[in-house]
């Protein structure tokens, strides 16, 4: 189906993806967003319920909130650590909102598709993990595009809710900027920073059962 040359380069683009925070305010050509986001709405979804929406907040006093929504969960969350980590979380970069350009508020409705959903019936997340996957391709058609995109993951979903105007039973799975950047990380951010590393691969895999290695 793929060629060799085809095949690695999808998966250099898988190795070379990051999570970006630092954005310049160039602008993103419209057919080049527009890519972004058919690649997102042709992520695989149980069902095929399509669960998602993608809300482009352009607006710099949106943006504003948003960032005042991710700090605000931020400091909350510093109490979680003492002394040097800590210290080290509060200097981490974690979110450019306000720098990058656009934000993409990517949803999931779980009333998609209505009361039965094949497959969304026995195991209801599934709704979340299809978005999770439009996500994830998007992701990809970012790095392909010479984009950056970071996805924010600290704000209370509610604030989010009142400062996009989301209803109250559509989830705000996740706030990803996206944008330009002048500094595109070799390796994941936490992982320079030293907070984790990656797991080796060997110890992840079992075999017929749990804890059943290979």
């Known amino acids: 189906m793929f060629n060799e ?6 998966y250099d683009v898988i190795y070379k993806r990051r999570d970006v925070r630092t954005f310049l305010s160039k602008s993103i050509p419209s057919d080049v967003l527009q890519r972004v986001l058919e690649a997102g709405h042709h992520a695989p979804s149980v ?5 998602w929406n993608f ?43 306000k720098e990058a350009p656009v934000t993409i508020c990517v949803t999931c409705d779980p009333t998609r598709g209505g009361s039965h959903v094949l497959g969304r019936n026995s195991i209801p997340e599934t709704d979340i993990l299809s978005t999770a996957c439009a996500i994830q ?11 950056a995109l970071g996805w924010v993951s600290f704000y209370k979903k509610n604030d989010v809710r009142d400062i996009l105007s989301i209803p109250p039973h559509v989830d705000p799975v996740a706030l990803l900027s996206i944008g330009y950047t002048e500094d595109y990380p070799s390796s994941p951010i936490l992982e320079e920073a030293k907070w984790e590393k990656r797991r080796e691969l060997d110890g992840l895999i079992f075999e017929d059962t749990w804890g059943n290695k290979k």
């Open 5 to 10: 040359q085809e095949k690695k380069a999808l």
């Open 47 to 51: 069902g095929f319920m399509q669960p």
């Open 55 to 97: 809300i482009l907040v352009k607006d710099g006093d949106l943006k504003k909130k948003l960032a005042w929504a991710a700090e605000k969960e931020r400091k909350a969350l510093s109490i979680h650590y003492e002394g040097e980590k800590a210290n080290q979380f509060l200097e981490l970069k974690v979110e450019g909102i």
């Open 137 to 147: 391709n998007m992701w990809l058609a970012s790095c392909v595009e010479g984009l």
